[in-house]
């Protein structure tokens, strides 16, 4: 998995870009193809936003769906918990829809195997 991050109008912390990769890393965990993840990372220098004045929108692109993820916090990092949190939620749902549930009963099973 490919991550590729870009930056509008802040500095980053030091520290983001290991962060963001390794949480981003776990995600494979799901059995859902992503080739890249896009992080746009935005900060608002109008003071009127004020705890939210950071942004961070994750974008997979693959075979599998498009998934975006939106987060905001007073920093990136904060912002960036916030969209890894809702992107690993619709990950999940993804991968247990995905799942071939067999729906066939205990009673069923019985009957047939007599």
């Given amino acids: 998995m490919k991550i590729i991050i870009h930056n509008h109008g802040a500095v980053l912390a030091s520290d983001f870009t290991e962060i963001s990769t390794e949480r981003l890393e776990r995600l494979s965990r799901f059995s859902v193809p992503i080739e890249r993840i896009d992080v746009d990372v935005r900060h608002e220098s109008n003071p009127h936003f004020g705890k939210n004045s950071h942004r961070v929108i994750l974008t997979t692109h693959g075979s599998g769906p498009l998934i975006r993820a939106e987060g905001e916090g007073f920093n ?25 549930v067999d729906r066939t009963t205990l009673r069923k099973l019985r009957i047939f195997s007599r």
């Fill in 76 to 100: 990136d990092l904060a912002a960036f918990d916030e969209a890894a949190e809702a992107m690993e939620l619709q990950l999940r749902k993804k991968h247990e829809r995905s799942k071939d």
